[in-house]
């Protein structure tokens, strides 16, 4: 079972549509979460952080269920610039006693107009 | 604040010859990454450094690539001698500390292809 499993892409969805992102993590240790955005032929940039409690940025909404190891992303009201690859990330307490983040393969949206 | 620096942008070589890549983190922060990324994957980490140390190079194929911060600023990765199924994005990240909270800045890449 891969570490961190995201549900298999593309996302082909009208401007203005609501999406959501799953994802599931095998590692019950693990520490902290994240979603993070790579355009094409760009750099991974953090997106939000994911908490307990769920959390909210501005379209954005992330929430994680520990006892499920599952992660969600959900973009409302999409726009033609949320066109990217959503990477899951999660830290994972490495065997060297160190921490180390290990992304998902990522699902790809493409917000059509 | 100048973001993390990376050099070659691209390189393309042939099997068996070696290539160097280079990486300078945002000003001030302890921890640097290394990162190789192939198509149709997410980043995976190649080793991990705090200051002038190595943290975690346990997914690092030694036979092959070596890694150095000998000053904990900036770092090289070389891969001697190259294969084809190196062919991928080389991405290296800084981070303020070794916190899994802190975030991880990524720079642009570098995308080197083995021909």
């Known amino acids: 079972r891969k570490e961190v499993e995201q549900d298999p892409g593309p996302f082909n969805v009208p401007e203005g549509a609501t999406v959501a992102f799953n994802c599931t993590y095998s590692?019950?240790?693990?520490?902290?979460f994240f979603w993070y955005r790579q355009d094409c032929r760009k750099e991974p940039k953090l997106l939000m952080s994911?908490?307990?409690s769920g959390n909210e940025d501005g379209r954005f909404t992330a929430q994680l269920n520990r006892a499920s190891q599952y992660i969600s992303l959900l973009i409302r009201d999409s726009k033609l610039s949320d066109s990217a690859t959503y990477l899951c990330?999660?830290?994972?307490?490495?065997?060297?006693?160190?921490?180390?983040?290990?992304f998902g393969k990522g699902t790809k949206l493409s917000v059509i107009p | 604040e100048a973001g993390v620096a990376q050099s070659p942008r691209y390189k393309i070589i042939e099997k068996r010859q070696s290539v160097a890549f280079w990486c300078n983190p945002i000003?001030?922060?302890?921890?640097l990454y290394w990162y190789q990324q192939i198509l149709g994957q997410g980043p995976k980490l190649l080793i991990q450094?705090?200051?002038?140390?190595?943290?975690?190079d346990s997914q690092l194929p030694k036979d092959r690539f070596s890694a150095e911060r000998l000053k904990g600023v900036d770092s090289t990765l070389k891969i001697q001698p190259a294969k084809l199924e190196d062919s991928a994005v080389y991405l290296c990240?800084?981070?303020?500390?070794?916190?899994?909270?802190?975030?991880?800045?990524f720079g642009p890449g570098t995308r080197l292809t083995v021909l």
């Open positions: 994911v908490y307990s």
């Open positions: 450094f705090q200051n002038n140390g190595v943290v975690d």
């Open positions: 590692n019950s240790a693990s520490q902290s």
């Open positions: 990330v999660v830290n994972i307490t490495s065997g060297a006693g160190s921490y180390q983040l290990t």
């Open positions: 000003s001030g922060h302890a921890t």
């Open positions: 990240a800084s981070s303020l500390d070794l916190i899994p909270t802190d975030t991880q800045y």
